[in-house]
């Protein structure tokens, strides 16, 4: 009996297990070997589509980082914006200001 023999019976009733021929066992490994080979070419399908979720999923971490990054240089972009607005309506003010006491001045000067 050979080797691969002993792994391969088929049950016969109660008379106990027969062997498989040397031409069965030959059909079986052949088959055994084209699934192994399928299931091979499968494993390095997953192993490819892995390598690419673990890329994609570092991709979208540095996103998210770079993402972060913007919102806080935004936030300071704000802040000087709102600065540089009320620039302009703090010195109106002022000027608005002096001419008013300007104004209030000349007539409390003219009648006095």
């Known amino acids: 009996?050979?080797?691969?023999?002993?792994?391969?019976?088929?049950?016969?009733?109660?008379?106990?297990?027969?062997?498989?021929?040397?031409?069965?066992?030959?059909?079986?490994?052949?088959?055994?070997?084209?699934?192994?080979?399928?299931?091979?070419?499968?494993?390095?399908?997953?192993?490819?589509?892995?390598?690419?979720?673990?890329?994609l999923t570092l991709s979208v971490k540095e996103l998210a980082i770079n993402m972060q990054n913007m919102i806080t240089a935004q936030q300071g972009i704000n802040t000087r914006l709102t600065d540089l607005e009320s620039k302009p309506s703090k010195r109106w003010e002022a000027v608005v200001t002096t001419l008013i006491g300007a104004v209030i001045g000349a007539v409390v000067a003219r009648y006095l």
Not at 42 to 52: I, P, Y
């Open 1 to 55: 009996m050979c080797n691969y023999q002993a792994f391969y019976y088929e049950k016969k009733g109660k008379e106990g297990k027969h062997s498989m021929t040397t031409e069965e066992l030959t059909i079986k490994i052949t088959e055994h070997k084209e699934e192994i080979g399928s299931l091979k070419h499968r494993m390095d399908n997953v192993e490819e589509q892995h390598k690419t979720i673990q890329s």
